[in-house]
């Protein structure tokens, strides 16, 4: 069975601060994905970053970077030098090869107090 | 390029009733997925339409239903409607179905069952 945990529900950063948001993933299968989505107060949910299970190799894209651990199970991202406008509801989910179905987890919201 | 798109944004029907969403997807993608979302349950996935099939299903009884037509638009259709389906119904596009790929999300309809 598949299984997308994010322990953090909310989290409350004063603006500039940097903030790590943690995901945890169970799967059997070898060949999975990961992504991460960002669902902003106007509701629609905005992609982020798609990696899968052969490429741990770390990714930065301007403040937002990804660390991806096979050992840990976990896929962490982190939001550097945080603005207001980062606050939003943000999952995580994961992909096995059968197919797109996703499983999400139950989401991080986070707010960035200016 | 469009997104998706969904109609109707927002819809109020009463149990026992029965309703069909519509979905756009982008110019080009052939894979649609649907998802419910929920305060209580978060992000679930119903089913998935690659080429006018049904290819995955999710966890969803039988009065749960779908369908995809030759332009790559998908109706839902939820039948009795019972009060716990009151939910942001979400539909993804995706360009591929070979692999799990990033799924593009329309803004959603809230379908509220009084």
């Known amino acids: 069975a598949q299984k997308v945990t994010q322990a953090q529900t909310e989290i409350s950063v004063v603006e500039k601060e940097d903030v790590t948001l943690d995901c945890v993933y169970e799967t059997r299968d070898t060949t999975y994905y990961l992504f991460w989505y960002k669902q902003p107060p106007s509701g629609e949910l905005v992609f982020l970053i798609r990696?899968?299970?052969?490429?741990?190799q770390n990714e930065i894209s301007g403040r937002y970077s990804w660390n991806f651990q096979k050992s840990t199970s976990s896929f962490n991202f982190t939001i550097t030098a945080s603005q207001v406008v980062d606050s939003a509801v943000y999952f995580c989910?994961?992909?096995?090869?059968?197919?797109?179905?996703?499983?999400f987890g139950t989401g991080t919201s986070l707010t960035v107090i200016p | 390029k469009a997104g998706v798109t969904q109609t109707p944004r927002y819809l109020i029907k009463t149990r026992g009733q029965q309703v069909t969403l519509s979905c756009s997807p982008i110019?080009?993608?052939?894979?649609v997925s649907w998802y419910q979302q929920t305060p209580g349950q978060g992000l679930q996935f119903l089913f998935e339409?690659?080429?006018?099939?049904?290819?995955n299903k999710g966890n969803f009884p039988g009065r749960f239903s779908g369908r995809q037509f030759s332009n790559s638009r998908s109706e839902m259709n939820v039948s009795t409607l019972e009060l716990g389906d009151s939910a942001l119904y979400l539909c993804a596009s995706s360009l591929t179905q070979a692999t799990p790929y990033e799924q593009y999300f329309g803004p959603g309809t809230r379908l509220t069952v009084t």
């Open positions: 990696r899968n299970s052969f490429d741990e």
């Open positions: 110019s080009g993608h052939r894979s």
């Open positions: 339409y690659f080429s006018e099939t049904q290819r």
């Open positions: 989910a994961l992909s096995t090869n059968t197919g797109n179905q996703f499983y």
